[in-house]
């Protein structure tokens, strides 16, 4: 093994770990315990893997993110114990799941087996049960979205003809380009900015300093009310909420330019502070005091 191939190994390992010790108190056992199987593959601990994705299958109540059953299921078809996890699958298809993420894990088992047709019916099954609507163009994130886009993709290789779930995907596609879009030009502008309210100022500074490094909450204060009176859309912001985007967006939440997607998408929702206010009028920074008195008083900026 490479210098490279053992440190990143090291650091597979490190993280897998690291899930497993936080699947003990962060209440995502099942979920926590699933990604770091994921680690446990890529180190070459399979035995590792199996024990984690066991541990997964006895605690998912159903209710998470992954399905720690539909992934143990396809860690034994894709191990040459296709018979074992062919039962599992069964005994999953046969109960159901409110778990979106298991129809398209237990697809993706069947398609690296070589087996696309018994995919197929497992993404026919998921979008049957998340997409109870033809008409409803979805955006991402949406239930269902994902699996529509991997059944579209499974028949196109398999040569199928669209269908109306294809169609469906073709104009939901189209509709998440022309967000994307949009988002980018509104972050390409600059458009939108985020204020963030003290509580959440102290804890964005104690977790990520170098944001607004040495500037108090008053100052960020001054510096939305300007880039507010200047025209840009404010944006009050959780860090939580941000975080989760990234999360979802697969974005490193510490770069700027996940900052600038955050603000932009929940300025195209219409998510933003409508303002300036009137003199008379409540201050947008959520203070309980007029704006001719907070943020727009003489000489704040």
Known sequence: MTVVGARKRALDVECAEALEADAQTSGERCDDLVEASAYWHAAGEHEREERALRTAAEVDDDHNVLSGRAALATFLLTHGRREEGERALARLLHEGSECEWAYGEAAAGHERTGRPREALRWLNVGVSRFVPDLDDVLEVGDPGYDLLAERARLRRRTGLPPDAYDELHARSAERAHAVYAQIEEIRRRRDA????????????????????????????????????????QVVVAELDALLAFAAFRELPPEARRTRDEFAADAARRGRVVPGPPGRNERCWCGADRKYKRCCGAPGIT
Do not use: I, N, T
Request: without cysteine; glycine residues 10%.
């Open 193 to 232: 900015v985020l204020y963030w309210p003290e509580e959440e100022f102290a804890e964005v500074q104690r977790r990520f300093p170098g944001w607004h490094p040495g500037v108090a909450h008053a100052e960020h204060r001054r510096e939305v009310q300007r880039a507010l009176v200047g025209g840009a």
